[in-house]
Structures are given as C-alpha cells and as structure tokens.
C-alpha cells in the first residue's frame, strides 16, 4: 500500500501497532523530564521562498515548534536546528532565516548544516514543564475552547495563492506564539494541542486520543477579522477557510470549566466529531499529509 | 557571498559571531541536563536508495546520532524522528526503516511525518551524560586516540560506486555504536568527538577548539582488514581513504594519559595539524558541505 492511500494517520498507527514509535502523533514527546518536540519544513510542501522571506522562514520554524510547546504547557529552553541548504545559497539568506529562527527568544543551542537540492529545516524544541495535559484526557462534559480567531493564516495562503494583496499574509506568515497561555491552560485543561490541521481535523484528533464525542458549534468559532473579506473575494465560505484549512497555531484545549477562552464546542460520551451550523451537520475535513499536496 | 565559497564551517563561524546560534559545530548541546544531538539525513547527499535497503537507512540514521551521544559520553533515552517521504512511498518500506531506526535499542518517542518531492530525515537523539567532554578541552601533552580503525566506510562507498561487491559495503551501510566506549572515555578525556569528517578535518575541528596543534602520525592509524584491497584495486592511496573521507564513526580522544585504544597522536602547544607519514608533513583534507559534492 502506498503513503498516498494509507494517509500520514494511518502510517503512524501501523506504526505504532508494530511497537516502532510511541506516541509520534502527539505534539510532543516527554524525554528524562523534557518536553521535546520536532517539526520538518520542505520547500514547496510548507513553503516557497517567492512567497516568504528567509528571516520569515526562519520565525516560522521556530514558532511552528513552539506552538507544539504551548499546547505541552512548556517554557521552551532551546531549539536545535537542521539546515539544509543548496551550495549557491546566499550566506546573507542564511544569517536572515536565523536571525528569524531567535526572534521568539530562545536561544539556537546547536544542530546540523548540511547541503541538499532542495531547502529544508527541521528545528526540535526542548522545553520544562510542570504537567503535560496530551490529548487523550479529554472526558464528557468538558468544554472545548480556542486561544484566539481562526482563518487568518488560511485567508493570508489564499491571498498569496491569488494575488490579492490581503494584510492577511502576514498571519501566514508569522503565527502567533501562544507559550504563557499554554502555560495557564495548562494547569487544568484535560487535552490540550495546537490548531495545524485545522480545528476540524484537529477536535478529530483529540476525540480518538480521548474516547470521547467532540460536538462543535462552528457558528461559535471566532474568526479572524479581514478573512471574511478574502473569502468573499474567492466565493469561498469564511467558516470553512477558518476550521478547514490549518496552520493557525491557535490552542484547542479540553476544560472542565469554561475559561478566558472562546468556548467553541464540548466533549460527550461517545466517539467521533460532530460539526454543527445553524444547529444542522456540516461535513468539513482538515489536513492531512500524503493524501493531498498543499502550496 | 554563496555558501560555496564560504563553507559550511565559515558559514558557522559566521552565524555564532552573530550570536545566532550556540556552538552548533559541536557533536552535543546540552540542554536542561540533557544531551541533544541532531543530523539530518537527505538523499543524493547522505544515501542513495539504490545503495541502501530502508531498514540500513533508518539504521545509519539512529547511529550517527548515537554516534554524537557517543562522543558527550552519554547514555541515550530516545530518539525524535521528522521524516520527509513522497506520497507514492510504500507503507511496507516505511516500516522498514523504523525497523531500523529501532535496531539499536533506543526508542522512537516522537517526531513528524512530512510529504517532500526527494526523501529526508532528521534525527534527534536525547541522552544524560555525567560529563560531556566536548571539544575544546584538549591540552598540551595529551595523547590522541581512536577507538577502532578506520576506512571500512570509505571502502564501502567506493566500492559501491564502482560496483566491486566489496564486504565492506555493510560498513557503509551500518556504522558501529561506540557508546560503552564513549561513556568510558568520558571519565578522562579532555576532549572528544566522533569521526564523521575524516580524520584529518576532525583532527583539525579538535585542535581548533581546544586552540592546541595536533600531530598526528598516519602510520600509526589503525587501517580496517579489506580497505587495502579496495584501495589497490582502485589504484588509491588505503590511508588516504582511512583519514581523508570520513563516516567512520569511531570515536577520537584527547587524553591525559595512553588508554587501550589506538594512539595516533598527540596534543602540542600551538595551533593547527600536523599529518605525518613516514616522518614527514603529508597533506589531507577531510568533508565539508556546500565546498564539494559526495555520493
């Protein structure tokens, strides 16, 4: 069977079935008392460099990383990065994208340089935390908030793809960092991850981990102002760009109370997710690798 | 300025005189207590498919970060594996090179799966070591030695690339793990790193960092049994290839004192190696990326 067909999910349960890797679907891994986390960026499946400048490249990588800290309740303690790069790279290019890789603030403690046809990074973050809610201790009855609007990163691609010049563009950009809200939602969230995939295939997510029923009032769901603009533009549906697409970097945290937080949905006894509008089913999936290329 | 003229090593020089990044050039940054390596691995550069089986492929990944842990005298806890594959990669080859990302006996605790047009992986090994060398500790007087004899992957590779069916080939393929010998090491060395440039550009990282001269006797280095045949076959200098080409993945040590390892020089006052062979100076460069191009 080939990638294509088996989708990124079920690679990582085979794998897991066979005993290979532990927990690789989770945000991130907990190692001799470090929350670690990694994430590979590809030129051309996370990035084109006539779309981003290195220093944003750089910024990125870090904050994707990051974000995988947040939804740990982590305070990051370093990133280690590996380059590769294309011999005719310019060394200017190259001190830009780490200038962007230590514009969050922590520190580039060490990592790997090495030549390749085509760019990529992977930066691990390494990150302390007093307790980790992962995302499969989610139980009926809790509430599923969101750390901020949705859409913008998914508005800014669209913008980029069509040329419309939106101030969106830069969200996709440069996510936000979410560290200190992690780090409170941390203390008494049952599940909590970070939105990559899109909240439809992310809920998706933490429901299997959890056992439980995710319902989501996607009339609830704040989306980000000026996406509703873009998706006018496109004849396309804002609610969708905003749960559908992904790269929000967001937090979607499972709560026994509500909290600070705009509550988006709850968790039920059951399996499964169900996305309403207008009180009705809607059918919306998110993003998931080797099933469809993006960019 | 491109990276290929700059080098990969002016590249680093560079980025840490900018405060960018923190001793990246070393094997190990340590981090919250732990030891943190990481390498990526890209196809055309690091491997070949058509010279390598998946399973070897995640093998070698594991071990040449082991191989960096090693060299921190650490005792490894896990590893975090990105991996970048097509979507038309088969499942079943996939599971094969976490098989062997697994054959060493540390476990694969997380990481990420990506869709990229030309294969990747990026490997993080996380270890706790009591005392991490490092490489710039190394003083006047002290001893150097290697913990095996080189040339074995050398030989391999050429014997690959020009199709000899040598049963060194493996070698290539399957770099020892030297982490007993490493955590030994530790105890005593005052500095250490693990040969995966050649000795000769290794020697030289060492002697730089530790602002020593490094002499090192060529006839005194340990030639693996089959590199001479290789060597003659190709009508190729055997210590050429033993200290010049690299991937070996033994370990070379400055010691205050001889150990039961090979000595193959020593530590002087001053800067800069010293290659002799038969008594006399001999020229020898080891890798560096972006300057040249390998496989």
Redesign the interface.
Known sequence: ????E?G?L???R??ER?G?????A?D??V????V?????L?E???FRLDWTSWRDLGYKAAAVNLSDLAASGAEP??L?????????????D??EL??G??EPGV????????????P?L?V?A???SDRVPGRGGARPGDVLVVTGPLGASAAGFLSLENGLGSPLESAHRRPPLRLVEGRELARHAHAMLDLSDGLAADVGHLAERSGVRCVVDLDAVPVAPGVEEVANRLGRDAVEMACGFGEDYELLAALPEPAAHAVVGRCEVGSGVDLLRGGAPFALSGWE???A?RV
Chains 1, 2 share one sequence.
């Not at 190692?31 to 470090?34: A, E, T």
């Open positions: 069977m080939r990638l294509s088996l990124e079920g690679l990582l085979e794998l066979r290979l890797v532990d927990r690789i989770d991130a891994a190692v001799g008392g470090l670690v986390t990694q994430d590979a590809v051309d499946v996370h303690l370093g280690v990065v590996s380059l590769g790069l294309r011999a005719e790279t310019k060394a200017g190259v001190i780490y200038e890789l230590n520190p580039v403690v060490g990592g790997d340089t090495t030549t390749a046809g085509s990529l992977s691990t390494l990150g302390r690798h080797f099933r290329g």
